[in-house]
């Protein structure tokens, strides 16, 4: 059997439950901005289940490598492919549940900016990811090229932008009297950042398939 039909009944369905994971995430800071409580717990609530279903889905693909594809190349660097997704899922997940305890709107404007670019940066590293994989279905290696170099990019803006989180939380630590919200706050934005590393991951296992 060949890849194609494995990656698009399957893997991209499970890049969509990723992305629309990131996006509940993404959306329920904006409804946070807003003071709209109500309908932030709900889409983190809706995060959360996705991501079970989402893992669900991951097992499945699994079996079906398992049983359907023969070329040991294409079997190893699917499963590899879901374990990078995996994690990209994992870490929107903790993130979620770190905006789940965290008194947000509390926290300092100049470190709640680059919580928000970061959960930016994580949906365009998700939709890239996505926009490479349609392209491998069609057989685009060029547009695999460049949706995975987007990715990368995406990646190395967020690496900065931890850098300034970083920064910002050590002026801002003497003014937060409970040191565990430092500590949380500090996982909280680097688990948005990871979110950014793993999508690079798959970008490059995407780039290898493409180019073998």
Do not use: C
Request: net charge negative; charged share 35%.
């Amino acid at each position: 059997m060949t890849s194609k039909p494995i990656i698009n009944e399957y893997v991209l369905n499970y890049i969509e439950k990723i992305r629309d994971i990131i996006k509940f995430f993404t959306n329920a800071i904006d409804k946070l901005n807003d003071l709209d409580l109500e309908n932030a717990i709900k889409l983190l609530s809706d995060s959360i289940k996705t991501d079970t279903e989402a893992d669900q889905l991951r097992r499945k693909i699994l079996l079906e490598i398992e049983r359907k594809v023969d070329d040991a190349f294409l079997k190893d660097y699917l499963a590899k492919l879901l374990r990078m997704l995996d994690r990209v899922s994992e870490w929107i997940k903790e993130a979620s549940r770190y905006l789940d305890i965290i008194p947000y709107l509390e926290i300092p404007i100049e470190l709640r900016e680059k919580i928000e670019e970061l959960s930016r940066l994580d949906l365009e590293a998700i939709e890239s990811i996505f926009n490479a994989a349609k392209a491998l279905i069609k057989g685009d290696r060029n547009a695999v090229l460049k949706y995975t170099l987007e990715a990368e990019e995406i990646e190395e803006k967020a690496d900065e932008i931890l850098h300034i989180a970083r920064k910002n939380l050590v002026v801002i630590g003497g003014s937060i009297e409970n040191p565990a919200l430092i500590v949380m706050l500090r996982d909280f934005i680097e688990a948005l950042e990871n979110v950014t590393d793993y999508a690079e991951d798959v970008a490059d296992i995407l780039r290898l398939i493409a180019l073998k």
